[in-house]
Nanobody, 118 residues
Framework: QGQLVESGGGSVHAGESLRLSCVAS????????MSWFRQAPGKEREFVAH???????RYSDDVKGRFAISRDNEKNTVYLQMDNLKPEDTAVYLC????????????WGQGTQVTVSS
């Protein structure tokens, strides 16, 4: 059974940085498309960024130029470096793993809270 565990959230002021980590287990991490989503209170879950096992990363327009996603297949870990944080970035950040073929299960982490004050 696959599992994703996020860490690295916290409370910061606008303009500061955080680095989120998501450690995967129980599936072939290197083959999966890894993504970060976020959900703010009262809002729907939204896409933040993804990184395939091979190829181009993609970002939402809201975070492009400020956030950077990366992965370490040796450590089964995906990261989200968040710079120049804004109060509107406040949300629970969730890690997602999706099999590109669609044949295997999709996994979600429990999330880590990021709070940005002005």
């Amino acid at each position: 059974q696959g599992q994703l565990v996020e860490s690295g959230g916290g409370s910061v002021h606008a303009g500061e940085s955080l680095r989120l980590s998501c450690v995967a287990s129980g599936f072939t991490f290197s083959r999966y498309l890894m993504s970060w989503f976020r959900q703010a209170p009262g809002k729907e879950r939204e896409f933040v960024a993804h990184i395939p096992w091979f190829g181009t990363t993609r970002y939402s327009d809201d975070v492009k130029g400020r956030f950077a996603i990366s992965r370490d297949n040796e450590k089964n870990t995906v990261y989200l470096q968040m710079d120049n944080l804004k109060p509107e970035d406040t949300a629970v950040y969730l890690c997602n793993a999706k099999d590109p073929s669609g044949e295997a299960a999709e996994y979600w982490g429990q999330g880590t809270q990021v709070t940005v004050s002005s």
